[in-house]
């Protein structure tokens, strides 16, 4: 792919302080038989300290994958490129790394994998292996990670075991994943991600498996450890209302690219993108129950030998031939915590 | 654990009765019996047989009973006295005749499991993890060559070729001396030199089958989903490999050795013919083309029973292994 001049880097805060993931151009491809799949296709993000940032999108928007390029461990024949720049403390220093330069294989990135940077997964159940221990998988990780004995290590999972708020920790360390609840074994896994302290916190739709009224004793707890713990959190949702009780920042994503870049705030009540704005018109409201639901007409195209411009075209319904089909469509800055990828942007403004 | 193996010990029971039966049942099937196929042969050699003479013979083979009495006559002298009858065409008690070739049998077969279990699995791993390698192409190609021939004929290819350029028959278990010795340490020396062709041949099948299972058990394995968080978490590669993938697709291969017993005491008449080893599977051939009834029905009651245990044996193992089934199955 060309590079895009006018592209703009997310917000602009490389040497803010709290910065301390940031991602620029990042590329995850496919090369499959068939073609190359873009599964990621050129984001940028900045992760800032203690903070949530949101990613939305539907299934096939490239979300997950994005997190996963993160740490390097996108299934093959995925090839990650791009800067993924972590902010470190190594003996009282700090220092930034460039993930995307390591070794996906190499033991400097799995430094990183589990103690700075650790993930939570969708289903728990699938996530953990089953003949296992639940204590065996989460002590596992502190040996790796620090200098502790086996006793001092199951001393410390129990420890997070309390923390998460898992009942009788003791024998449920002794336990195996198929013994347990859904929203028990939930929290067992985020014991797991945090009992090495990481700086970055990757939930990836940590709910979707589980029942609604877990659902929301999850997201309590983890927005509780983030604050208790100072962890920042990278949070991947196709549920709008999850992000507005999460996240701080949130980045949109549709076919590999981030469409809508802005503060949560900005995002219920001045979204820009005609794709946010279609996303927010199929919440479903208590206010609004007559008629049907909007919905999103047609599907997310599979992002192999994609047409030039906007991915979004053939469903949007400003689109315009010939203005929104001809070129890469920008990144576009509204205002300083606000980017846009349309070039529609005046016509959809003054239509309000 | 107790608890689970008890448990399955008193299934067993009623299991074995039906077998028995069963077994019974199987060897009496075929039109006519034992003393059919004998008369057959003294009238073709010339022997006239009288009405007496069947009469009698068929009195003292205790062909004349119904055949519920034969079954409970033939069960009560297998528990109480150990004695399985008598094999008509042998003239000798169905447990001498079996006796040392099960033996024997049972060492190949234990020899050729170990082989297959250690050549295959780790082809098999590296297969997976390498998918699409040369080496994993290689490895097919062969595998594919392995299930596809016959084991008779590589056995055949083998002793000609050996035969050709060294002059030694490397056929039979023991070298000619010692064939009719009575048991001892060099005798059991020389079975140890001698029993590798066999076992490599019988093993070849086996092996490229499981190099098959054991890669594509292990592919299915490798892009789940546990694998990735334990690679999240930092698990270097080799370690990751074995403490989970690996660990999880042997587990089915576990619960094949319950029928991996018998099929490798059975499954290898024709090899043991060519080879001329002298294991159960050609007397087996036989006592089943002349109806032998006792020795047959036998044979298939310890090939029954090998079965039973081989699963128990696996079940055991597996819920040692896979704690999902030692607390029966997973909640969903």
Not at chain 1, 93 to 105: A, Q, R, S, V, Y
Not at chain 1, 163 to 170: L, W
Not at chain 2, 153 to 181: C, H, K
Not at chain 2, 253 to 270: D, R
Request: proline share 5%.
């Amino acid at each position: 792919m060309e590079e895009n001049t006018q592209t703009v880097h997310a917000p602009d805060t490389k040497e803010d302080d709290q910065t301390i993931l940031e991602i620029h151009d990042l590329k995850t491809y496919f090369h499959l038989d068939e073609g190359i799949l873009k599964a990621v296709d050129g984001v940028d993000l900045t992760i800032k300290r203690g903070k949530t940032l949101g990613i939305v999108g539907e299934s096939g928007s490239g979300k997950s994958v994005a997190t996963k390029s993160i740490l390097q461990i996108v299934d093959p024949p995925g090839k990650v490129e791009g800067e993924i720049k972590l902010k470190r403390s190594r003996k009282g220093k700090e220092e930034w790394i460039d993930i995307g330069k390591l070794n996906p294989t190499g033991e400097k990135i799995r430094d990183i994998r589990g103690a700075e940077i650790s993930m939570i997964f969708q289903e728990p159940m699938k996530a953990f292996s089953s003949i296992h221990t639940i204590g065996n998988q989460i002590t596992e990780a502190i040996l790796i990670h620090s200098e502790v004995d086996q006793e001092e290590a199951k001393r410390i999972a129990i420890d997070f075991l309390i923390k998460v708020g898992m009942s009788n920790p003791e024998q449920r360390f002794d336990q195996y994943p198929h013994e347990l609840s859904g929203g028990m074994r939930q929290r067992a896994m985020i014991a797991m991600a945090l009992c090495c302290n990481p700086a970055i916190l990757i939930a990836d739709e940590p709910t979707t498996a589980l029942d609604v009224t877990v659902q929301a004793q999850v997201l309590d707890l983890i927005n509780h450890l983030k604050e208790t713990l100072d962890t920042s959190v990278i949070f991947i949702t196709h549920d709008l209302g999850v992000i507005a009780e999460m996240s701080d920042e949130v980045a949109v994503m549709y076919l590999g690219k981030v469409i809508e870049y802005t503060d949560v705030e900005t995002l219920f009540y001045g979204a820009l993108h005609p794709y946010t704005q279609a996303l927010l018109k199929s919440i479903p409201s208590v206010a609004h129950t007559k008629g049907e639901l909007d919905s999103i007409k047609g599907t997310v195209p599979i992002p192999m030998n994609l047409p030039k411009g906007c991915g979004f075209y053939s469903r949007c319904k400003y689109a315009v031939n010939g203005v929104c089909n001809v070129d890469d469509i920008p990144f576009t800055k509204v205002n300083d915590n606000h980017y846009v990828r349309c070039v529609r942007l005046d016509e959809i403004e003054n239509r309000g | 654990m107790i608890h689970y193996i008890g448990h399955r010990l008193l299934q067993l029971i009623p299991l074995l009765i039906a077998i028995s039966i069963i077994a019974f049942v199987i060897i009496q099937l075929p039109p006519g019996d034992y003393l059919t196929t004998y008369i057959n042969q003294l009238e073709l050699s010339g022997t006239k047989v009288s009405e007496s003479a069947i009469v009698a013979l068929e009195r003292q083979y205790g062909l004349d009973k119904p055949m519920y009495q034969q079954y409970f006559i033939w069960m009560k002298n297998i528990l109480l006295h150990g004695d399985f009858g008598r094999s008509f065409s042998w003239n000798e008690p169905v447990s001498k005749v079996i006796g040392e070739r099960l033996v024997l049998t049972m060492v190949i077969s234990i020899f050729t499991l170990i082989v297959t279990w250690l050549i295959a699995i780790p082809i098999g791993i590296y297969s997976a993890v390498r998918q699409y390698s040369v080496l994993d192409y290689i490895f097919s190609f062969i595998g594919f060559i392995g299930l596809a021939v016959p084991n008779f004929l590589i056995a055949l290819v083998i002793v000609y070729f050996v035969f050709d350029t060294t002059g030694i028959a490397i056929t039979g278990l023991f070298s000619p001396e010692y064939a009719d010795a009575p048991w001892s340490f060099a005798k059991v020396l020389d079975l140890l030199q001698r029993i590798w062709v066999p076992v490599l041949i019988i093993a070849t099948a086996g092996t490229a089958g499981l190099i098959r299972t054991m890669r594509g058990m292990l592919l299915d394995e490798l892009s789940k989903q546990y694998v990735v968080t334990a690679r999240a978490k930092g698990v270097a590669e080799k370690k990751l490999l074995f403490k989970y993938p690996v660990r999880v697709a042997v587990n089915p291969l576990i619960s094949t050795i319950g029928w991996t017993l018998p099929t490798i005491i059975s499954g290898e008449a024709i090899v043991s013919i060519v080879l001329n080893l002298p294991t159960t599977g050609p007397v087996l051939l036989d006592a089943f083309r002349t109806q032998d009834m006792y020795l047959a029905g036998s044979f298939i009651l310890i090939l029954s029973i090998l079965t039973v245990i081989g699963t128990l044996l696996s079940d055991i193992l597996l819920a040692w292994v896979d704690p999902r089934i030692r607390f029966g199955g997973v909640e969903e």
